[in-house]
Every structure is written in C-alpha cells, then in structure tokens.
Nanobody, 118 residues
Framework: QVQLVESGGGLVQPGGSLRLSCAAS????????MGWYRQAPGKQRELVAT???????NYADSVKGRFTISRDNAKNTVYLQMNSLKPEDTAVYYC????????????WGQGTQVTVSS
C-alpha cells in the first residue's frame, strides 16, 4: 500500500507564491511518475504538472512559466512551486503518483486547498 501526504496549501493574495509538497511512503520505490492535478468547484479534475523519471516534464498551458514541479527521489517527494498566483488557480490540488511504467495502479493524495484571493 502507498500513502501520500500533502502539505503547503493555504490562502494567498494574487501575485503571491505557495509551495506544495507531497511525500509518498509505503510499498513504493522511485515512482515512475509524480505530479499534481487540481479541481476547482464545478469543474473536472485537470492536470497541473507531472514529472516522469527520465522523460519530459509536462505542464498545463495555464501554469507554464509560473509553476515549477520538482522531485526528490531519495525522499519519494514531489514539490510544486507556484508563483504569480491568480484567482483562477484556486482549487483543491491533488498529488498523483504512478509507481511503475508498466502497471495501471495510480495513487492520489487527500487534496490540499489553494485559495487565491485579495
């Protein structure tokens, strides 16, 4: 079993910054893909950014140039640095982990609220 623990959400003013963290523990070693999705009220969950091992990092067009994803493989932790935040970034952010390239299993964090408002 795999557990994901997120932290770092909160309330920030437009133009501000936040850093999200997600630590994976349990039966997992160097996950193939780690990333972040988000879901705003009344909308579908959407990809924010993913970082596969050895392959190109992916970003949603809406966050390119403002958000940066990174991972610490020694700690099985993924980060999302969010700068120049906008009100439309307000959502619940979910950590995403796909342990292996060949398996279908994926794991989700419990979600952390990010609110961008003045």
């Amino acid at each position: 079993q795999v557990q994901l623990v997120e932290s770092g959400g909160g309330l920030v003013q437009p133009g501000g910054s936040l850093r999200l963290s997600c630590a994976a523990s349990g039966s997992i070693f160097s996950p193939d893909v780690m990333g972040w999705y988000r879901q705003a009220p009344g909308k579908q969950r959407e990809l924010v950014a993913t970082e596969p091992i050895g392959r190109t990092t992916n970003y949603a067009d809406s966050v390119k140039g403002r958000f940066t994803i990174s991972r610490d493989n020694a700690k099985n932790t993924v980060y999302l640095q969010m700068n120049s935040l906008k009100p439309e970034d307000t959502a619940v952010y979910y950590c995403y982990v796909k342990p292996t390239a060949w398996g279908a299993a994926v794991y989700w964090g419990q979600g952390t609220q990010v609110t961008v408002s003045s």
